[in-house]
């Protein structure tokens, strides 16, 4: 928790005062649901942890950064049981599809919005909410918390789920070579040509994703993925 915290902040946006993606929701997602309740409490202290040591002038914003990184990702985990359950009353098979849908149900319509709400209130009452509207903040807060939850949930979940010897993720080195490789074209292009046309090469990733999809299993493809996200990030930073 506090390591995905501090690499979040460090790929922040708006004069570092707030991050593109929330990887601890993700984290705690998946920790919840694998794990069960017991989970909370590590959730619970790595947070607290990271937000001691990165907000220690601003103590009152702890118990809300607490509470909404456990809250949040413990609704949504409660709230996808019930439609797996509500499933299989009727009939419905658990296939790796139904599990991967209800997830995104819960996670943006539920885990998302109550961390979003909590957090932004959290912001305000301590007044870092760097000049933006209450709702402004929310909004961003929900999209940032969503991308964390969808990104790193899935991926962190199927390395908890897995037998003992497959807990290890794997990368598909084509499609990581690839996105590395389109990466480096982006930054020159960036730097030395035509800017439009660097932003245009951005959209090859997605032909990228589905070869990534179509060669490999969930677990790799979204292992994969992320791998590919880190040169994408050193790209827009290059340029």
Known sequence: ??????????????ANEFSLIWPPAGIA?????????????????GLGVWVAATYADTPVLM???????????????????RLI?????????LTNLRRLLTFYLSAILVGAPVAALVGASGLAACGLQGGSSFVNMLTAFWLVESLGLIL???AVGVLLRGDAGQRLPRVDLPTFAAAL??????AAMERYGPTGYSALQGYFF??????????????????TLLACAAPFRWSARAS
């Open 63 to 81: 118990p809300f950064a607490v509470v909404a990184g456990v809250l949040g990702p413990l609704l949504g985990v409660d709230v996808q049981r």
């Open 181 to 186: 490789g389109l990466s480096v074209l982006c």
């Open 152 to 154: 790193f949930g899935p």
């Open 206 to 223: 997605l032909p990228l994703a589905a070869f990534c999809g179509v060669r490999c299993t969930a677990r790799t493809n979204h292992w």
């Open 29 to 45: 997602f998946a920790a919840l649901e694998s794990l069960g309740l017991v989970a909370a409490v590590p959730v619970a202290l």
């Open 1 to 14: 928790m506090v390591i995905g915290a501090t690499l979040s902040r460090a790929a922040a946006f708006s």
């Open 85 to 93: 359950t509500r499933a299989a009353a009727m009939g419905h098979p």
